[in-house]
T-cell receptor, first 116, second 111 residues
Framework: SQTIHQWPATLVQPVGSPLSLECTVE??????LYWYRQAAGRGLQLLFY??????ISSEVPQNLSASRPQDRQFILSSKKLLLSDSGFYLC???????????????FGPGTRLTVL | GENVEQHPSTLSVQEGDSAVIKCTYS??????FPWYKQELGKGPQLIID?????GEKKDQRIAVTLNKTAKHFSLHITETQPEDSAVYFC??????????FGAGTRLFVKA
């Protein structure tokens, strides 16, 4: 069966510090991978998605970046955190198809980031 | 661009009553409509989905209806229980690799 892991589970960082959040998927190959951010009490904002290694699309211009060094590893990074980066970060995967049609997304447990 | 609107943002019901959450989508090419439940501090989990070739799907106390002409789909929860309390998200694919999520509905089931 497939599983998705995220770490760390919680993180408190000062403004201006760097960030690295990691997501790994097990039990499937060549998944589509996604990073979402969820502000407190709000919906899901798509940040990045990737359909393959070195194929990453950015949805929202900001001080975050994403990388996919391995097929089932997705990393969210920042060189300098802002207060507004605080939130709940969710990684998700879906089966590799030609499009997202009929594509259920499976979410990880999330990382709660607080920037002080 | 593509959009998914979800209503209401908050819903409070008495235990045993029914709850209905409605969504409207804009992309005519959308053909798959999942619903996710998110409990506090956790990632969303799929609870039911419907494809465009059917108008209704039911799984025990949960049902989803789809009106492709009007671009509406709804989640129906019957005989609500306190453990149904959570945030519910509707979603629709955009025809590419992205899925657009509604803003979410916070459901409170009062015992």
């Amino acid at each position: 069966s497939q599983t998705i892991h995220q770490w760390p589970a919680t993180l408190v960082q000062p403004v201006g510090s760097p960030l690295s959040l990691e997501c790994t998927v097990e039990g499937t190959s060549n998944p589509n991978l996604y990073w979402y951010r969820q502000a407190a009490g709000r919906g899901l904002q798509l940040l990045f998605y990737s359909i393959g290694i070195d194929q990453i699309s950015s949805e929202v211009p900001q001080n975050l970046s994403a990388s996919r060094p391995q097929d089932r590893q997705f990393i969210l990074s920042s060189k300098k955190l802002l207060l507004s980066d605080s939130g709940f970060y969710l990684c998700a995967w879906s089966l590799s198809r030609s499009s997202s049609s009929y594509n259920e997304q499976f979410f990880g447990p999330g990382t709660r980031l607080t920037v002080l | 661009g593509e959009n998914v609107e979800q209503h209401p943002s908050t819903l409070s019901v008495q235990e045993g009553d029914s709850a209905v959450i409605k969504c409207t989508y804009s992309d005519s090419a959308s053909n798959y409509f999942p619903w996710y439940k998110q409990e506090l501090g956790k990632g969303p989990q799929l609870i039911i989905d419907i494809r465009s070739n059917v108008g209704e799907k039911k799984d025990q106390r949960i049902a989803v209806t789809l009106n492709k002409t009007a671009k509406h789909f709804s989640l129906h929860i019957t005989e609500t229980q306190p453990e149904d309390s959570a945030v519910y998200f509707c979603a629709a694919p955009t025809g590419g690799f992205k899925t657009i999520f509604g803003a979410g509905t916070r459901l409170f089931v009062k015992a």
